[in-house]
T-cell receptor, first 110, second 113 residues
Framework: KNEVEQSPQNLTAQEGEFITINCSYSVGISALHWLQQHPGGGIVSLFMLSSGKKKHGRLIATINIQEKHSSLHITASHPRDSAVYICAGNYGGSQGNLIFGKGTKLSVKP | DSGVTQTPKHLITATGQRVTLRCSPRSGDLSVYWYQQSLDQGLQFLIQYYNGEERAKGNILERFSAQQFPDLHSELNLSSLELGDSALYFC????????????FGPGTRLLVL
């Protein structure tokens, strides 16, 4: 079955803490996306990875293809990072639709 | 601002009714994806159009249909609405390649009473 699984489901952190969200995926996914959904509902694409590591500001995403695992790290977390983080996979071929994990709800306390 | 627009932002309607949701992709994007986000199912792929033609179909009910017009905007039609159709409906767009960053619209929040 093609699927994407995330952990943890909920995460509470203190401002300044280092945060890691994990994602495991099944065989066949050729690219892995990390998305951020704000409390208002809007979805923003953070990263798309097919190998290695990407960094944008305080956010870092890594992927291990052999282990079919990706992580999203947030350094020096801030209350404005509070959101739902969703990983999603693309399967190969011409179809680009995403298969989504259930999301990780992150709350960063001041 | 992703450059993807969706209208309306909110829609309240009754069971049995029909509604149309509209999506305009980013300028130059040929592919449009429709996704449904409900509390119990999370985000699910419904359907994809590429340059006017259907490219992929996901968990889309027979009561739902979509199309992409020559100007590349897309409409998702939901008919014989049920309470369970209440959800956030997102569209996203990409240039053309399958594996690339998707740009999401703000969503349409549908409430069926």
């Amino acid at each position: 079955k093609n699927e994407v699984e995330q952990s943890p489901q909920n995460l509470t952190a203190q401002e300044g803490e280092f945060i890691t969200i994990n994602c495991s995926y099944s065989v066949g996914i050729s690219a892995l996306h990390w998305l951020q959904q704000h409390p208002g509902g809007g979805i923003v694409s953070l990263f798309m990875l097919s190998s290695g590591k990407k960094k944008h500001g305080r956010l870092i995403a890594t992927i291990n293809i052999q282990e079919k695992h990706s992580s999203l790290h947030i350094t020096a977390s801030h209350p404005r990072d509070s959101a739902v983080y969703i990983c999603a996979g693309n399967y190969g071929g011409s179809q680009g639709n995403l298969i989504f994990g259930k999301g990780t709800k992150l709350s960063v306390k001041p | 601002d992703s450059g993807v627009t969706q209208t309306p932002k909110h829609l309240i309607t009754a069971t049995g009714q029909r509604v149309t949701l509209r999506c305009s992709p980013r300028s130059g994007d040929l592919s449009v994806y429709w996704y449904q986000q409900s509390l119990d199912q999370g985000l699910q792929f419904l359907i994809q159009y590429y340059n006017g033609e259907e490219r992929a179909k996901g968990n889309i009910l027979e009561r739902f249909s979509a199309q992409q017009f020559p100007d590349l905007h897309s409409e998702l039609n939901l008919s014989s609405l049920e309470l369970g159709d209440s959800a956030l409906y997102f569209c996203a767009s990409t240039r053309d390649r399958a594996q690339e960053t998707q740009y999401f619209g703000p969503g349409t929040r549908l409430l069926v009473l």
